[in-house]
């Protein structure tokens, strides 16, 4: 499966943000999708993920109740990441990446979208 990330850009702190991951060539019924962030000198950070067939999705604590994550299929299937009140802290490369269920591994990642956040 391939994983086109957009909608990343240059915001003001307490604005919201979607980030758009859309995938193509793979069912998605078989895989789960992440998103996942990563700044300059910073450990890769996991945001959320949904699982596409379940309907199921969890989000990390540490942006909890600011992002959410969901899914639509228009011309193909796109995963989105709300985000809302953004904060300086969470400007850095945002990327999506899925796995195959049951996989402890995310294997396709896309090429990131920058997002920054000023005060």
């Known amino acids: 499966v391939q994983l086109v990330e957009s909608g990343g850009g240059s915001v003001q702190a307490g604005d919201s943000l979607r980030l758009s991951c859309t995938a193509s060539?793979?069912?998605?019924?078989?895989?789960?999708v992440g998103w996942f962030r990563q700044s300059p000198g910073k450990e890769r950070e996991f945001l959320a993920a949904?699982?596409?067939?379940?309907?199921?999705?969890?989000v990390a604590d540490s942006v909890k109740g600011r992002f959410t994550i969901s899914r639509e299929i228009i011309a193909k299937p796109v995963v989105y990441l709300q985000m809302n009140s953004l904060k300086p802290e969470d400007t850095a490369v945002y990327y999506c990446?899925?796995?195959?269920?049951?996989?402890?591994?995310?294997?396709?990642w896309g090429q990131g979208t920058q997002v920054t956040v000023s005060s």
């Open positions: 060539g793979g069912n998605l019924s078989y895989y789960v």
């Open positions: 990446a899925a796995k195959p269920r049951g996989s402890n591994e995310y294997d396709q």
């Open positions: 949904i699982y596409w067939a379940a309907f199921k999705s969890t």
